[in-house]
């Protein structure tokens, strides 16, 4: 298996609307949501990639959780 496929048991999916830093560009895209060592989210794209957004490129203005109505 590819060892970029085997997420830590605490990666959930959720869907999260952010805006690409020094653009004006808002998203909303579905994301798995991870917290690291520190306490600091760390988003992955859910469709296979690879892709790792931190902070330093997105503003997150929303996220929630795939399986519910309600936002975090």
Not at 22 to 45: H, P, S
Request: charged content about 25%.
């Amino acid at each position: 298996m590819n060892k970029h496929l085997e997420y830590p048991p605490y990666y959930k999916p959720v869907f999260v609307k952010y805006k690409i830093k020094g653009t004006n560009i808002f998203k909303t895209r579905e994301m798995w949501l991870a917290v690291n060592d520190y306490g600091d989210y760390i988003w992955t794209e859910a469709n296979n990639n690879t892709q790792v957004w931190e902070d330093s490129l997105i503003d997150v203005t929303n996220w929630w959780e795939r399986s519910t109505n309600g936002t975090n």
